[in-house]
């Protein structure tokens, strides 16, 4: 039997992918787990990708949900806000409109989960795309501190900052767990 905190006991975590249609949710998570780039758009449904990443020493089975595209009418799914243990809400940052749908996205899983807050990290997709630019660093960066989030800008086309925001998003599924603590059990309702 491992000792409390060692690295040889994995965590089990679910990260969900959320984000407007197009702004490259897929195409970041393939170029993580597989380290390939997808360059043809498909619209996703759903999937879901598991690796098993090694942050701070600690091993962590993670599995990654890709979702479709969100807009204002959808419909949060039970499955993206139960058993979740962070959330990476994607816009482009060649898009003002995924941008300004992270805040209506971030609103619905609160309503969702019925809690102030979640673990999250904003992630401002396609950095490639700079001279399309629409949304600033600035305003990325601003957005992230509103919602007490973690923020970060990539391009899974370059590969750049692609593990560095998986990473981040372990770091704000750890946050207000003790080192070397119990992990957080879900909590169970019954309706009767």
Not at 58 to 75: H, K, L, N, V, W
Not at 96 to 112: A, H, P
Request: net charge neutral.
């Amino acid at each position: 039997m491992s000792a409390p905190g060692s690295s040889t006991l994995r965590k089990k975590r679910k990260i969900a992918v959320l984000g407007s249609r197009s702004v490259g949710k897929s195409s970041l998570i393939v170029r993580y787990v597989e380290d390939a780039f997808v360059d043809s758009y498909y619209p996703t449904i759903e999937n879901i990708f598991q690796k098993t990443i090694t942050h701070k020493g600690q091993e962590y089975d993670c599995d990654i949900i890709d979702t479709a595209g969100q807009d204002e009418y959808s419909i949060l799914n039970s499955k993206h806000a139960i058993g979740i243990h962070g959330y990476m809400l994607v816009y482009s940052i060649a898009s003002r409109n995924s941008f300004d749908m992270v805040q209506t996205v971030y609103d619905k899983i609160l309503n969702y989960t019925g809690t102030e807050s979640v673990p999250c990290v904003i992630v401002g997709q396609k950095s490639d795309l700079h001279v399309q630019r629409q949304v600033s660093e600035a305003e990325g960066k601003q957005l992230a501190a509103q919602l007490k989030a973690a923020w970060i800008e990539v391009s899974a086309r370059h590969n750049a900052n692609v593990a560095k925001a998986f990473e981040s998003m372990l770091g704000e599924t750890d946050k207000g767990t003790t080192e070397g603590g119990p992990e957080p059990q879900p909590s169970k309702c019954i309706v009767m």
